[in-house]
Each structure stands twice: as structure tokens, then as C-alpha cells.
């Protein structure tokens, strides 16, 4: 069965510093693999995906996530973190095309921002 | 373009009481997605549907809850009679096949 593990439920970082939020998955063949992010009070936008291809795949507002088959990883990774990436953090995996195509989810980890 | 509609953003009811939530998708989107998502936890599939028909829904509490989805394009969730424990965020996500899923800001659902 398909399963997500954020081993981290909350990550600190200062402003400015990197990041890595960590994510494993269980699946059977190559997943499709997703990072959603959420606001407080929002619903879950995009931040990237993979599907196949290039196994370093950019995101919006700088991220990046790369898949490692060997490992069951899709690690999401940030060079430089603002105030405003204070948020929850979704990794989602989902199976390849069929009548009942669904993501599920991570349980998420919580970014906070040090000033 | 218009991403998907949900209302209402909040709702408090008593237990024992009945809800129900809509759900409007993506224009053009066949697959439309019910997931609960409990504080602290992510979200959780509730129930697919595929145009009007139901694909999924394995981990739907049917003795409380019911989705239709009458004419393939916006949906409703019920609950009744709600329960403490069905407090949670309702999210509504379409898709277009398979791939990315669009949220909705979601329905807070409050049980007294």
C-alpha cells in the first residue's frame, strides 16, 4: 500500500539559513511525488512535482525537491528561507494513472522562521 | 481562471446536529475529491468521484456521512448527526485525470 512518513512534525530555522524537509514513500513502482504547502487558514497550493525525467525538480518561490529511488526520498530543500515560508509542509504521493488515481499525504511538518 | 469554490469557510454545530458543505470545481475538471483533514494530521481521502460516479470511497464513515455529485460538476458533503470528533477542515480538490490535485481554502468544521 501506498504510505508518506515526514519524520520531522516541526523544523526551526533562522531567516536566511537552508533547509531540508525530509520525506519518505512507500510504493511499488515509481510514484508520481508532490510538496503541497499550507498557510494558516488556507487550503494546500503546489509547490512542486515529479513525475519522471530529471530527478532535481524546481518548485515556486525557490524550492526544490529531489527523488532518490534508492532511498525512497523526495527530500524538499531551500537555499535561503524567508519569514514568509513560515508554514505547513505536505509531501504527497500519488500512482500512476488508473480509474482511481488519488495523493495521499504526509502528516506534514510545521516550518518555523527565527528572525 | 477560477480555482475551486467551497462553502462555507466556517461552521459550528452541536453534536448530534447535521452539516453540509458544497463544493464547486475547476471548470473542465472530471475528478473531484473530498479529503478531511484532521488539526495536526494531513489531509485524508474521504471519497472520488469521476465525472458523477463514485471511484473511492473506502474510508468514508457511511453511517454519518454522504457526497453527491448529481450532475458531474459541484458536489455536497453531509454529515449527520455530526460528531466531537468530525471537527476538522473539509478540503474539495479537482484534477484533470491524474496528476496535480487543486485545493480549495477548505470548510472548518466545529462540533460542540
Known amino acids: 500500500a501506498q504510505s508518506v512518513t515526514q519524520p520531522d512534525i516541526h523544523i526551526t530555522v533562522s531567516e536566511g539559513a537552508s533547509l531540508e524537509l525530509r520525506c519518505n514513500y512507500s510504493?511499488?513502482?515509481?510514484?508520481?511525488l508532490f510538496w503541497y504547502v499550507q498557510s494558516p487558514g488556507q487550503g494546500l497550493q503546489l509547490l512542486l512535482k515529479y513525475f519522471s525525467g530529471d530527478t532535481l525538480v524546481q518548485g515556486i518561490k525557490g524550492f526544490e525537491a529531489e527523488f532518490k529511488r534508492s532511498q525512497s526520498s523526495f527530500n524538499l530543500r531551500k537555499p535561503s528561507v524567508h519569514w514568509s515560508d513560515a508554514a505547513e509542509y505536505f509531501c504527497?504521493?500519488?500512482?500512476?494513472?488508473?480509474?482511481?488515481?488519488?495523493?495521499?499525504f504526509g502528516s506534514g511538518t510545521r516550518l518555523l522562521v527565527r528572525p | 481562471e477560477a480555482g475551486v469554490a467551497q462553502s462555507p469557510r466556517y461552521k459550528i454545530i452541536e453534536k448530534r446536529q447535521s452539516v453540509a458543505f458544497w463544493c464547486n470545481p475547476i471548470?473542465?475538471?472530471?475528478?473531484l475529491y473530498w479529503y478531511q483533514q484532521i488539526l495536526g494530521q494531513g489531509p485524508k481521502l474521504l471519497i472520488q468521484?469521476?465525472?458523477?460516479?463514485?471511484?473511492?470511497d473506502s474510508q468514508l464513515p457511511k453511517d454519518r456521512f454522504s457526497a453527491e455529485r448529481l450532475k458531474g460538476v459541484d458536489s455536497t458533503l453531509k454529515i449527520q448527526p455530526a460528531k466531537l470528533e468530525d471537527s476538522a477542515v473539509y478540503l474539495c480538490a479537482s484534477s484533470v485525470g491524474a496528476g496535480e490535485l487543486f485545493f480549495g481554502e477548505g470548510s472548518r468544521l466545529t462540533v460542540l
Open positions: 468521484f469521476q465525472n458523477n460516479g463514485v471511484v473511492d
Open positions: 504527497a504521493v500519488g500512482a500512476r494513472p488508473d480509474s482511481s488515481y488519488k495523493l495521499i
Open positions: 510504493y511499488g513502482a515509481t510514484p508520481y
Open positions: 471548470s473542465g475538471h472530471a475528478t
